[in-house]
Each structure stands twice: as structure tokens, then as C-alpha cells.
């Protein structure tokens, strides 16, 4: 048996609203296919099971606020024994059942067997005539059957998720969580800055070539190329693309670039492209864009915003030349890169204009130390010289 847990989606979420279970008990589900949908400080995001097998049984209503870790569902993984009980983490001793109502007593007289669920016709029908998934309630009549006050308290709990949380209070605690989580980075992880200057006439040259030759639909963003060259990079210097867990570093295999996207109602989230090491530049883009447009769209998936490996941050459309970036725990490193300015510069004992840009690290002190950064930013401006092999 598997247990569903409240994932966590980031250093700065301590709970998250169950919206709505995206599969029944009984049904069968894939590692990776969405199982629920959860609302957060800062979007609703659909979360992923991370394991294959039957779902056993639902624990968590839709309006439920959750900590995280907490026991969500129960699932039976392929050949594991069938049973309907939760395991003891997920259920403490259940509360003696509330006197019987006259509906509740209502839902006892005639309770009929639908698969393995128990419901009278009259909750069955209002169920029905509401738009609710009465298998994915606990019933409280008697053997576990669903009543019609269960349906009205789900119904309570639909409507009141349906209502739209004012973009005034989303952003506040957006805010508020963010602060939160940028302080506990300041306050333990030893911070420290490194920023080089990066000469782009050749990597914008050739960006201005190849657009030439793609699609209007297919052109690259020059960002796509500073991502690309970080997570080349980040195998020059593998020991940044870790997380601080349990007081050490655990270097990932795979690197997940986070990427720093601003939300129109204010805040931002920083999800994952992953494996960007792999992928091509017009894969890169495709992904990047697609990302841009659902974290905006308040679509993002579960696996998107728990699997950055480092985060890149770039305010060059803002005007800002230099950043200097906050690490977002558990992470141990931050890009940032600034705005290509035409600046004088020296080649082949010349004083020439060039396109160049400002590239900064923020790294963790008990992970890396200067050296190593330095190494990291000096590969990133080799990688910008050569283009082509990106």
C-alpha cells in the first residue's frame, strides 16, 4: 500500500486546499497521471501520484485545508493486497458518530450497494442534481453510508471553494509567503555573490542567423540560450545542482532548471524545465513557453514546482542590469542575468561597442565556495562564445 501525501510545492508552502479529487476510489492510476487538485497560496496545481495502482480510498474532502505530509489517499499499488482500511499514520481513532438526525435515519431505511458504495436513493438523486461525486465522499450514516447531510456539506464545501479569491488577497499572501521563505533563506543559508561580465555579440549573431532561417512560430528568445548554457554548465560544476537537505547536500542527477516567471496579478513562481540539459534549443523553447503560458493560466502540475534543481531569474525586459537573487531553499545556487547593454569593449587591442550582459551567482557557502563559482560563471561565458554547440 502506497500513501498519498500533501506534497510540498515549494520551501514557502506549509498546507494546501484539496479543490477536487481528479479520480473515484476503485479507479486505476498511473505514476505521473493527476490525481487531485490542490489550491495554494499562489495557484491551484494539479498533483501528480506518484506511484501505479488502484486508489483504495479517499481520506481528504474537497474544502479540506492539509497540512503538508498529510495522509491524502490511499493507494494499492499493482499486485499489493486489496484492503479498505488506512494505514494508522493516515486515521487516528475515529470520533464516536454523531445522534442520528431524521434525515440521517432517512438515508438508514433503504441504503442500496453502488459498487462499494453506500447511499440512500434520496442522496444518491441530490447528489446527482448537484453535481457531486458522491463516491468520493465518507459517509456518516450508519456502515459508512452517505447521507443527506453528507451531500449538503459537500455541497457547502464546492461552493465555497467556487468563489473567487479576490486578486487583492491571492497576491497579499503570495507575498507573504514569499517574504517568508526569502528570510529563511537569508537567515541559513551563508550566501555568496559572484557576477562576471559576458560579451553576447557572438551568440546574438547567431541567434539573428538562425531566426532567419526557422518559422516565425519556431524563433528562439535569447533567454532559451542563457538557460541552455546553465544547464550545460551545471555538469562543469555539478555540486550546484543540489538540495540542502537533512543538513547536506544531495547532488541531483538530473537538472531541472527553475525558471523565475512573473504572474500578471502580481507574485511569481519559478517551475521547472526539466531535464534542459537534454533537450535542444527549440525544445527548450517550446517547453518554456508553454510553461510561461499555463503558470500564468494558473495550470501548473505538482512535479513542475517541487523538482527545480537551481533557479534562474533574468529582469534584462525590466531594465535591470544586475541581479543579485535570494537562494530559494532547498536549493543551493541562483542565476541571474540582467539586460544586454552595448558597452566599450576590448578585442584584439581595439576599443570596440559590444552587446554584453551582466551574469551573477548567488551560491550556498557550505555547499560551494568561490572557486567553484567562479569556474561555473567562466563556463557559462565559454558555452555563450560557441553558440552553435548549445
Do not use: C
Not at 55 to 80: C, H, S
Not at 329 to 334: E, I, K
Amino acid at each position: 500500500m502506497a500513501e498519498f501525501l500533501m506534497p510540498t510545492l515549494g520551501a514557502d508552502m506549509t498546507d494546501g486546499t484539496l479543490v477536487q479529487w481528479k479520480k473515484k476510489e476503485g479507479d486505476r492510476i498511473a505514476k505521473g497521471e493527476t490525481i487531485a487538485e490542490v489550491d495554494t497560496e499562489k495557484a491551484a496545481i494539479d498533483v501528480e501520484s506518484h506511484t501505479t495502482g488502484i486508489i483504495e480510498r479517499l481520506i481528504t474532502r474537497p474544502g479540506d485545508k492539509v497540512p503538508v505530509g498529510t495522509v491524502m489517499a490511499i493507494i494499492r499499488e499493482e499486485g499489493g493486497p486489496t484492503t479498505s482500511v488506512a494505514s494508522p499514520r493516515a486515521v487516528a481513532t475515529p470520533p464516536s458518530p454523531p445522534p442520528p438526525s431524521p434525515r440521517t435515519e432517512r438515508a438508514a431505511v433503504a441504503p442500496s450497494q453502488v459498487g462499494r458504495l453506500r447511499i440512500s436513493p434520496a442522496a444518491k438523486k441530490l447528489a446527482a442534481e448537484r453535481g457531486i461525486e458522491a463516491s468520493t465522499l465518507q459517509g456518516t450514516g450508519p456502515e459508512g453510508a452517505i447521507t443527506l447531510d453528507d451531500i449538503d456539506r459537500a455541497t457547502t464545501a464546492t461552493t465555497d471553494i467556487a468563489k473567487p479569491v479576490g486578486t487583492a488577497d491571492r497576491q497579499a499572501r503570495m507575498r507573504q509567503t514569499i517574504a517568508a521563505a526569502m528570510a529563511r533563506s537569508k537567515r541559513e543559508i551563508p550566501h555568496y555573490y559572484l557576477s562576471t561580465t559576458i560579451d553576447m555579440g557572438r551568440a546574438i549573431t547567431w541567434l539573428k542567423d538562425s531566426n532567419e532561417q526557422r518559422p516565425v512560430t519556431e524563433r528562439l528568445l535569447y533567454g532559451v540560450l542563457l538557460i541552455k548554457a546553465v544547464a550545460l554548465a551545471l555538469r562543469r560544476v555539478p555540486e550546484l545542482n543540489a538540495l540542502w537537505k537533512d543538513g547536506e547536500a544531495h547532488r541531483s542527477e538530473r537538472i531541472h532548471i527553475g525558471t523565475a516567471i512573473s504572474l500578471r496579478q502580481g507574485g511569481l513562481v519559478a517551475p521547472a524545465l526539466h531535464d534542459a540539459d537534454r533537450l535542444s534549443l527549440s525544445e527548450l523553447m517550446q517547453n518554456f513557453q508553454d510553461l510561461v503560458k499555463r503558470a500564468r493560466a494558473g495550470s501548473l502540475r505538482s512535479s513542475e514546482l517541487s523538482d527545480p534543481t537551481i533557479t534562474v531569474t533574468s529582469l534584462g525586459e525590466q531594465g535591470v542590469e544586475t541581479v543579485f537573487g535570494v537562494i530559494y531553499p532547498p536549493q543551493v545556487a541562483l542565476v541571474g542575468f540582467g539586460k544586454v547593454v552595448e558597452r566599450p569593449w576590448v578585442a584584439d587591442g581595439l576599443v570596440v561597442p559590444r552587446p554584453v550582459l551582466m551574469a551573477s551567482l548567488s551560491a550556498d557557502h557550505r555547499v560551494t565556495d568561490g572557486h567553484r563559482g567562479g569556474l561555473f560563471l567562466a563556463e557559462i561565458d565559454r558555452l555563450l562564445q560557441e553558440p552553435q554547440s548549445l
